[in-house]
């Protein structure tokens, strides 16, 4: 098995890809009133939004869909990639 596949910022960034993913995902179904999803919606969106706003900024969403999302997983799996090679594991 490789070794970056433990190494901590590897799964620091893996974790963080599935967080905007699942944000993604849970915004396809309606939160409202006092749903038990309405607080996890809030969390994943306290924990993703500072990824996604500059994005949205410069991508504004076209109709329903938000490519910004996108842009932020792409910049993500860059970054965790990039910082690996720094760290060159």
């Known amino acids: 098995m490789s070794t970056y596949l433990t190494h901590p910022l590897y799964t620091l960034g893996v974790l963080y890809l599935l967080l905007l993913v699942f944000r993604a995902v849970l915004s396809w179904f309606p939160s409202g009133g006092s749903s038990g999803l309405r607080s996890v919606t809030h969390w994943l969106f306290v924990l993703t939004e500072p990824a996604v706003a ?12 938000d490519i910004s999302y996108m842009i932020a997983v792409l910049v993500v799996y860059l970054l965790t990639t990039y910082v690996l090679y720094l760290v060159k594991i």
């Open 54 to 65: 500059p994005f949205r900024k410069v991508i504004p969403p076209m109709g329903i869909f």
